[in-house]
């Protein structure tokens, strides 16, 4: 179905390329597509990112918007993040190999997967024979593209062959080229002190794989028939090789027409030309060679421009040029085939009536290829897939109806060693092993679930097994990660891990429905909470004191315990005390995970010691954080993983974890225990809604027929792998919603029985 669009509906784009000055044939192109889109559609706003291969080099103009560092990944992610908030509805990318950083460039993809514009992707280079960097990027962004343009139709066929790419993606717009008038190349020879030569041109930057070589071992032969030829090679060295070589391989270039005897039928004009001087170069030869040596060169923007102002044109058969040069256009002779150039050269410098038939010919094809014909093909597509994105209706917030706990998919990731981290898709990741945080977790949920007791008598054996052999008795510390073969990767574990275990035991004694699991775990808690008193991580302080409030309520007179919650809570209120600000009301002059957990610990350290201060400081920057967790729709938005560690800044929206959702369900319901308040039920509500679908996407992340829940919101979609942390995620934040549910139909039915 062809999807119509009103031209004017495209009011602001995004445009990702190299951009001048930055001297090479890319930058030329997006500074050319830029200035077309504008003068051709001059109501559109287009912003330009420039790939910035040297920071603080180059002077951008005015037009660029924002420069991207090239091999700084953080810049990639600042850029989605000033793209998305800026209001442009889609991004063009011009792709090449080698101007975005990480591995195949693999950097754009970060930059791409951070916001939620359709993107339309120009590809310059499309390799036949990738390796497998360059395959695993080119395919990953055919995914995220919703349009690619190919400047040949060979590039349509590589993409289709060799990428697997859908034909409906695909669409071939030529180059760009200036609209020139046709001109006799006498009249600008005296421009350029060129009156009464012969001139056969190259331009371009100067490289070892442009084939000057040929071209200069043709001319002995050239110059007896011609003695008034002269070969221009125009273009400035490329920088990556004056950064390897500086100028050898010029000064190679020289010493052979110097050798062959015809140094002065060459002219080297070492400078980076661009726009109206180009042209007049170009224009005033009569003949334009492109002696390249690769046969795969798929866009040749030098060789458009020569056939845009209507130039006879001697060409290697690389990809672009068998196609634009086709029917007569231009003439090909061999790879390297030095007798070939000299006698076509020849035979059009000695034959004007087949030299300007080419020439007519050639502008003719140029003519269909101007920049305003590349700009209106270019809006189209932009307009076809901005009108086929979904449009998103904000529906209102349902009624949260919670989800029974199932087991299912936390078995499917376990093994009798313990649960495994990760996942891909569904299938258990075993590259990756296992970790005390998912152990600790699973260890908790046994005890919270309803489950058959041989059920939860196995699983619970693994899991505090597990917990119990990570405990390193050397250093005093649990160590975190294993690897498959239950070999592990350190002796000990980060301070989150440890006081998540501690939080674990002192649940599991607490709430585990058998004794024997009880006395278990109230043994390791004594034998191990004393580490405790030496943690330094906000979040690992939290997570240790309520493993303490738990304790005390199966133990009022257990010390340990006492002395982890009266040990941390004025720390925290120190650190919130130096932190805020009138707008800021938060421990940490940053967000990070787990955020809800801090206010949560500092309410329970004040409901298990009797300290209302406690209990009205955790309530209090609990309503702070989940104010910052609204969106302005007013659902629950997980304060986005991109968000970290930004001082005083606002949440960003992506990605969003079910980390953060759970954590603010059992916060919400802590809150709720201590102060009745109806305000905590609907809050952890909103917040369970999350997983359903109640989100910035509308989608839910929970798959109900087996228990499974995707690892995140991501812009342009779900991260639909189901890691333990997330299933955990959604399984311990069905039962504490279920638990607090019944817990507010008491109250309720209290009061209406007082009233």
Not at 232 to 237: F, M, P, R, W
Not at 460 to 465: C, G, I, R
Not at 468 to 489: G, H, K, V
């Amino acid at each position: 179905m062809t999807v119509r669009f009103e031209e004017d509906s495209i009011k602001h784009l995004a445009l990702i390329g190299n951009y001048l000055p930055r001297m090479c044939g890319l930058a030329t192109f997006t500074t050319d597509v830029h200035t077309a889109m504008r003068e051709r559609f001059p109501d559109i706003r287009v912003d330009v990112y420039a790939m910035d291969d040297h920071p603080g080099r180059y002077s951008y103009p005015p037009a660029v918007t924002g420069s991207i560092a090239q091999d700084v990944l953080p810049a990639y992610v600042d850029a989605a993040r000033q793209i998305e908030a800026s209001g442009a509805q889609a991004i063009w990318v011009q792709h090449e190999y080698g101007i975005y950083g990480g591995a195949a460039g693999e950097h754009l993809l970060t930059l791409l997967d951070r916001t939620t514009l359709p993107v339309i992707v120009t590809l310059h280079t499309i390799l036949e024979k990738p390796n497998a960097d360059e395959r695993r990027v080119m395919e990953a962004l055919l995914r995220r593209a919703a349009r690619v343009v190919v400047m040949a139709e060979r590039g349509r066929d590589i993409l289709r062959r060799v990428y697997g790419a859908s034909p409906r993606q695909i669409v071939m717009i030529p180059h760009g080229v200036p609209d020139r008038a046709l001109v006799e190349p006498d009249t600008l020879k005296p421009k350029f002190g060129w009156a009464g030569r012969e001139v056969v041109l190259t331009f371009g930057l100067l490289a070892p794989n442009k084939g000057i070589e040929t071209m200069i071992e043709a001319l002995p032969a050239l110059v007896e028939r011609h003695p008034t030829l002269l070969y221009t090679i125009l273009g400035s060295t490329h920088p990556n090789l004056v950064a390897h070589e500086g100028e050898a391989y010029r000064d190679r270039l020289k010493a052979l027409a110097a050798d062959l005897g015809v140094a002065d039928h060459v002219m080297f004009i070492d400078e980076f030309f661009v726009h109206d001087q180009l042209i007049d170069y170009l224009q005033a030869a009569d003949i334009y060679a492109t002696p390249y040596t690769n046969p795969a060169q798929i866009t040749s923007g030098t060789l458009s421009y020569a056939i845009g102002v209507g130039k006879a044109v001697i060409s290697t058969p690389y990809v672009h040029a068998t196609e634009i040069l086709a029917d007569g256009h231009g003439v090909l002779v061999d790879f390297g085939d030095v007798a070939a150039f000299a006698r076509e050269i020849d035979r059009l410098l000695s034959n004007d009536r087949d030299r300007e038939r080419l020439v007519s010919r050639a502008y003719a094809r140029g003519r269909t290829m101007i920049w305003p014909r590349l700009a209106e093909a270019m809006l189209h597509e932009i307009g076809a897939i901005v009108a086929a994105r979904p449009r998103r209706i904000v529906k209102s917030i349902p009624l949260v109806r919670p989800l029974p706990a199932d087991f299912s998919a936390v078995e499917r990731m376990s093994d009798s060693t313990g649960m495994y981290q990760h996942a891909i898709y569904s299938v258990p990741d075993r590259r990756h092993g296992y970790c005390i945080d998912d152990n600790a977790r699973a260890l908790i949920l046994t005890s919270a679930m309803e489950l058959d007791p041989v059920t939860r008598d196995k699983w619970m054996t693994v899991y505090a097994s597990f917990l119990q052999y990570a405990w390193n008795p050397d250093i005093r510390r649990f160590r975190n990660f294993m690897r498959f073969d239950r070999s592990w990767c350190e002796e000990e574990g980060s301070e989150d891990s440890n006081g998540r275990t501690l939080w674990a035991l002192g649940v599991t004694a607490r709430d585990a429905v058998e004794r024997k699991h009880r006395d278990w775990a109230a043994m390791m808690f004594d034998t191990t909470a004393s580490l405790a008193l030496e943690l330094g991580s906000l979040r690992a302080q939290a997570f240790a004191m309520l493993g303490a409030a738990a304790m005390l309520e199966v133990r009022p007179d257990h010390q340990l315990s006492r002395q982890i919650l009266e040990q941390f809570p004025d720390q925290h209120l120190a650190l919130l005390d130096s932190a805020r600000r009138p707008e800021w009301q938060w421990f940490e002059i940053v967000l990070a995970y787990d955020n809800a957990r801090v206010p949560q610990a500092l309410i329970a350290a004040g409901r298990a010691l009797g300290r209302d201060d406690y209990v009205r400081c955790g309530l209090q920057t609990l309503s702070w954080i989940v104010s910052k967790q609204t969106s302005p729709e007013g659902r629950f938005r997980a304060v986005g993983h991109e968000s970290f560690h930004r001082p005083y800044a606002e949440p960003l929206q992506f990605d969003q974890q079910p980390l953060e959702a759970h954590a603010t369900v059992e916060a919400c319901a802590e809150a709720f225990a201590a102060s009745g308040d109806q305000r905590w039920f609907d809050e952890a509500e909103r917040a369970y809604g999350w997983f359903l679908g109640a989100n910035d996407l509308d989608l839910p992340l929970v798959t109900a027929a087996d228990g499974g829940c995707f690892d995140g919101l991501m812009p342009t979609g779900l991260n639909r792998n189901q890691g333990a942390e997330s299933i955990l995620a959604l399984q311990l934040a069905s039962c504490a919603i279920s638990g607090l549910s019944k817990a507010a139909q008491s109250v309720a039915g209290a009061t209406r029985a007082v009233a």
